[in-house]
């Protein structure tokens, strides 16, 4: 149930590329409900500082109702980085994360030679995995800094292309591509009503995935699919609901606060495109 749940954080961590940064914008800061079967099971944040020539992204997550009392998780994962000319470099990631059946922690540094872990707890071997190759996490994002790559690369066509990622353990590819507008319904009380741009994200399974169930993740899934809206008072695309589908069933996650430069954003009223 657990692992699920880590599933749910890290599919919903990479959605975050719904977000366009406009020239202005240098503080983001988002909060979502998760619900699977009916329950709010998982509350995440995620807080973006973006400067002329550095970034910084932090995502909080933990369990909610009677999902915490079940399996209690907390996870805090952050990223600091450079703004190049080819994109975003990171130079620092960590992630720790604690449930009631496991302790886990990656902390990794990236140099000319590509990222180098520092600490990685359990071990690989440890964690019933394979260790990700060399040669495999040459020219990899982690997936923070992956979830925001495409967007500061091209701010003007969010959810395209692809992103390389190893997240300390596993090597995985990130596929993004934009599919059109729908007209969403609020199903949450002040929730979302309107026009939004549909994005699809496909998990693409490489290496250093636990054994026992490396047939499960390389079976083909439904790809994740998240919507983007442009509300009043934000210049942003904000990725106002997301659909992923995991161990656990189907789950769904909606954008309950927002606020750029420290001013709140009015979730329901969207602007014009």
């Not at 319904?185 to 929730?191: I, L, M, R």
């Not at 490489?206 to 499960?216: H, N």
């Not at 442009?230 to 695309?237: E, I, K, T, Y």
């Not at 909606?254 to 329901?268: G, K, N, Q, W």
Request: hydrophobic content about 40%; aromatic content about 8%; some cysteine.
């Amino acid at each position: 149930m657990q692992r699920a749940v880590r599933a749910i954080v890290a599919t919903f961590a990479s959605a975050l590329p719904g977000i366009a940064l406009g020239a202005e914008a240098t503080r983001l800061e988002l909060s979502f409900h998760i619900f699977t079967g009916g329950y709010h099971a998982v509350t995440m944040a995620a807080d973006l500082d973006l400067g002329p020539e550095r970034y910084r992204l932090e995502t909080r997550t933990s369990t909610n109702g009677i999902a915490d009392v079940i399996f209690r998780f907390t996870q805090t994962a952050r990223v600091e980085g450079a703004l190049t000319a080819s994109g975003p470099r990171p130079l620092r990631f960590e992630s720790t994360s604690d449930g009631r059946w496991n302790f886990r922690l990656i902390e990794m540094a990236y140099g000319a030679a590509g990222p180098e872990l520092r600490k990685l707890e359990p071990p690989a071997e440890a964690d019933e995995r394979d260790e990700v190759p060399e040669h495999l996490r040459q020219a990899t994002l982690d997936p923070l800094t992956a979830a925001i790559s495409a967007i500061l690369r091209e701010p003007d066509r969010p959810c395209t292309g692809k992103a390389p990622v190893f997240d300390g353990r596993r090597r995985y590819d990130l596929h993004f591509e934009a599919a059109g507008y729908d007209t969403l319904k609020a199903d949450q009380p002040d929730g979302f009503a309107g026009q939004a741009l549909r994005c699809r994200i496909v998990f693409e399974p490489i290496a250093g995935f636990m054994k026992q169930y490396e047939d499960r993740t390389r079976e083909a899934r439904p790809p994740t699919e998240l919507w983007l809206a442009r509300l009043a008072g934000a210049r942003q695309w904000l990725p106002v609901r997301m659909v992923s589908h995991s161990g656990i069933g189907r789950a769904t996650g909606h954008l309950v606060s927002a606020s750029v430069d420290d001013r709140p954003v009015l979730l329901t009223r969207a602007a014009s495109r």
